[in-house]
């Protein structure tokens, strides 16, 4: 039985674990700062229930990530803020007293990325694409990906990762240790493995 708690998500329980998946109108689940609000609460009601929990997407989109036109009308009071709110919910997941797993599908990018980063495993589909764009635009993450990263793949291919804005699909992101399998089903391997 599915249950909407907001706009920003939806939760189902099954096979005693949360699931997750994030949504939004235009299906590109992006981290604005509602959604971020509405996750950290979310993840503070569910860590009452001691059970695992897989965080997802649809199949085109884990998350597009931060939403660069309310980061680009923000003064610098109010980014700062937006980044503190972001690293707390980062911190939030991986801190999480259970497993927190991240099924990604379709595109995992910036904020996103950082999302999946946080969680404790990463499983996705043969479709899903990492990347962290922000260098490209002249932006770099301010929600931990950049101390995260580094520790799952080494200083060097982070910085490749961070410079070159390149994305990663997902054979390539499971060589270098990004994600810790791929399963066609990436929601149902991982409901599995727990």
């Known amino acids: ?20 998946r994030l949504q939004s109108t235009d299906g590109t689940n992006r981290l604005t700062r509602d959604c971020v609000l509405a996750l950290l609460e979310v993840l503070y009601t569910l860590a009452n229930f001691s059970r695992p929990v897989v965080i997802t997407g649809n199949s085109r989109f884990f998350s597009a990530g931060a939403d660069l036109a309310e980061i680009a ?32 599908s379709g595109y995992c990018m910036g904020g996103g990325l950082d999302l999946a980063l946080a969680c404790h495993r990463r499983i ?3 479709s899903a694409v990492f990347g962290h764009r922000g260098a490209a635009l002249g932006l770099i993450t301010g929600w931990g990906g950049t101390q995260r990263l580094p520790r799952l793949v080494g200083k060097a291919r982070a910085l490749e990762i961070f410079v070159a804005a390149d994305k990663i699909n997902a054979r390539r992101a499971l060589e270098i240790g990004l994600i810790d399998a791929i399963a066609d089903d990436p929601v149902g391997e991982t409901i599995r493995m727990l």
Do not use: H
């Open 73 to 104: 009308a923000l003064d610098a009071l109010s980014a700062c803020d937006f980044s503190k709110t972001g690293q707390n919910l980062m911190d939030r997941i991986e801190q999480f007293p259970t497993p927190i797993y991240a099924a990604v």
């Open 1 to 20: 039985m599915s249950l909407t708690v907001s706009p920003f998500f939806s939760l189902q329980d099954a096979a005693n674990i949360s699931v997750l």
């Open 124 to 126: 996705a589909a043969p």
